[in-house]
């Protein structure tokens, strides 16, 4: 279908005189009933907002400010945000970036639906998702707008709120049951379970109440009844789940032999059991974690019982594309990697192949050099030794910087006093189970002691924070060399640093991002957690910061960091690591009604009872499921992304973590 010729209004005279007739434009705007003073070829604008802004990274000298309009053509309705001209002065940013962002006559046809987010602090946003499935980075209204922007729409196009989320609204709600559930993938209706304030309804019925609620509040006027309209929500709930869940992983491009047998065998064993995708999440239930039978007595709780020691086994309910751990990549199988000179042919292939098996311990000397960023993957062998040698000189110079303060020096020297006696404090107790850091006057305890010196000489501004102990102490382990496990602790810290920010941003925006893919990926436990006030994530502080470095036994975090170091599928797998296993303690965190000081606790004492294999399936498996609309749920430059390099914008402070660590 051919799509109508629109007039591109960005450069008209309304818009040269924003400026100055703001005020006038936005009071025309918010009420949601004006006409464009000026029409083009048929064209009208049906509503205008100004200062929208959008938010390309966590700094607000780089945030995007522009107009946003609805544009009435004939029978259409088109969308488009346009950024303001020379507004911002910010180098960074270039003209080229800005169209980068610029939304040009989008058609309602083509959106699937609009999300709606009100926080209790902060700016109302939207976010817009077409029917491909991708999203616009989410639009911020500076001075309020979003309820006049979906009440301009309702009255052009046909729009219904979704009935699992009352923040989703879907546009032109009328296609066949199965693409509608393709196309709402990143919603919460094909992501999680129902509402949890609702009422559970078991399999094809329909509550009277619900449907008098939908018809009276929720389905707005437009071309289709409410009998239709419930029509198709019985039709919704009779989808074969087995035909969905193909149709969801081909989307992916993502069906093996493997998916499909094991998709069509896990539908096959639900519906036999009388439960399908669909049914589960109807009745409140996670796809990882329900029991063998639902229950409509929401406000139920199961008797309280101890957390066992290994009571993750979930493996015939796990989601079914988290493919299963491979053995660790050998030293044979490594050379395959290589070309003559040692360069990696094929690095996407090699992280894969890390992400699902792990190295080999005697290999990681080797490899982790090349995860973390010290060498790079299209170096070869000699290039790499001469790097070490240059390298090894520069951390020798560094390190002399320290070690000639004097006595005296130090007297006054206020700063390296606090800083080394802090260091001198927490590495005697960093892994002193460990035979490699047992015993008094360990020389490998004296080695991390000296590398964090130097660390914090090398970047002054960051020095040294609780947690950092713990997250050198592996890669000392590892590589076994002073002056490599240094650059490799740099390379790390280059991603991690932001954890340490005097205002924390970079922890903010980490926590953040889990509550947005909680709220994605399992709707009921986000509403545990808002009715219990635990939408900080505190209880995820400690997984977050060091890397869930207390959280298992010593090799096993070796392993999930090499794992999360490759960056397959998704450089932020730890967020969704942490998504994992919240899901598969719901039953026990929801039905138990843990308020926030009962889940810190109860999060603490899973340490050393965490299935590494299942929850690393697990997250692979959300993060596939959560797709572009989990991506867009992390704000730009949240850690492990590389930061921008300003360091004028990224103060450190000196802080005391015990509480948490």
Not at 184 to 205: F, K
Not at 234 to 255: C, G, T, Y
Not at 327 to 341: H, I, M, N, Q, V
Not at 398 to 415: G, L, N, V
Request: charged share 25%; net charge negative; with cysteine.
């Amino acid at each position: 279908m051919q799509e109508p010729e629109l007039h591109d209004l960005s450069d008209d005279a309304d818009y040269a005189a924003s400026q100055q007739h703001g005020s006038a434009s936005m009071m025309r705007s918010d009420s949601g009933k004006h006409s464009s003073s000026s029409e083009h070829d048929g064209a009208e604008v049906v509503y205008l907002k100004d200062n929208v802004t959008i938010h390309p990274t966590q700094f607000a000298s780089e945030r995007i400010s522009g107009r946003l309009r609805l544009i009435k053509q004939g029978s259409s309705l088109f969308m488009t945000w346009i950024p303001y001209k020379g507004q911002n002065s910010n180098a960074r940013l270039t003209e080229r970036d800005r169209n980068l962002y610029t939304i040009r006559a989008v058609p309602l046809t083509e959106v699937r639906s609009i999300r709606r987010h009100t926080p209790a602090l902060g700016w109302q946003y939207i976010i817009v998702v077409l029917s491909t499935g991708l999203a616009f980075p989410p639009l911020y209204f500076y001075n309020g707008g979003v309820k006049e922007f979906l009440a301009t729409i309702k009255q052009h196009v046909f729009i219904v709120r979704s009935a699992d989320d009352a923040n989703v609204f879907l546009v032109n709600d009328f296609q066949n049951p199965l693409q509608r559930t393709l196309s709402s993938l990143e919603l919460p209706r094909a992501l999680s379970v129902a509402n949890g304030q609702s009422t559970s309804v078991s399999v094809g019925e329909t509550s009277s109440d619900e449907n008098q609620e939908r018809t009276s509040g929720d389905v707005y006027e437009g071309s289709i009844s409410s009998s239709q309209y419930n029509e198709r929500q019985r039709q919704r709930v009779h989808d074969p789940a087995r035909d969905l869940s193909i149709q969801v992983l081909e989307k992916f491009s993502l069906v093996t032999k493997f998916a499909r047998e094991t998709t069509s065998q896990l539908f096959r064993d639900n519906h036999s059991n009388g439960y399908g995708a669909i049914e589960r999440r109807s009745n409140n239930l996670s796809p990882i974690d329900y029991p063998q039978k639902a229950s409509n007595d929401s406000n139920k709780v199961p008797d309280k019982s101890p957390v066992p020691p290994d009571s993750l086994e979930f493996d015939k309910v796990s989601l079914v594309w988290g493919k299963p751990r491979q053995a660790p990549l050998g030293s044979d199988e490594w050379k395959t990697f290589l070309d003559y000179e040692g360069r990696i042919m094929d690095s996407e292939a090699l992280r894969k192949r890390i992400f699902y098996g792990g190295v080999e311990h005697e290999l990681r000397k080797e490899v982790w050099p090349f995860l973390l960023g010290y060498h790079a993957y299209d170096s070869t062998e000699a290039e790499r030794e001469y790097l070490r040698a240059v390298k090894k000189s520069e951390f020798e110079t560094i390190k002399k910087q320290w070690q000639s303060i004097s006595p005296e020096q130090a007297k006054r020297f206020t700063k390296f006093r606090e800083r080394k006696g802090l260091i001198e404090k927490d590495v005697v107790r960093t892994d002193r189970s460990l035979s490699f850091y047992d015993g008094d006057d360990n020389p490998n305890v004296n080695l991390l002691r000296d590398i964090l010196l130097t660390y914090s000489f090398y970047n002054f501004d960051l020095g040294y924070c609780q947690g950092m102990s713990d997250l050198l102490s592996p890669i000392l382990f590892v590589m076994e060399d002073e002056s490599d496990t240094f650059w490799c602790f740099v390379s790390l810290m280059e991603r991690l640093g932001p954890n340490f920010n005097r205002d924390q941003n970079g922890m903010h925006s980490q926590l953040f991002a889990i509550t947005k893919l909680v709220e994605l990926l399992d709707i009921p436990l986000h509403n545990h957690f808002t009715q219990h006030d635990c939408l900080n994530y505190f209880f995820c502080f400690r997984w977050v910061l060091i890397q869930f470095k207390r959280e298992f036994e010593f090799d096993k975090t070796m392993r999930l960091w090499e794992v999360l170091w490759a960056h397959y599928p998704s450089e932020h797998l730890h967020l969704y690591v942490c998504v994992a296993i919240l899901k598969r303690h719901r039953s026990k965190i929801i039905g138990e009604q843990m308020d926030f000081d009962t889940l810190l606790k109860f999060i603490n004492e899973l340490s050393g009872h965490i299935d590494l294999d299942a929850v690393v399936r697990d997250a692979e498996a959300l993060c596939i499921c959560a797709g572009e609309n989990g991506a867009a749920c992390i704000p730009p430059g949240t850690p492990p992304s590389l930061p921008v390099d300003d360091y004028g914008l990224l103060l450190y402070p000196q802080q005391e973590l015990d509480d948490v660590l």
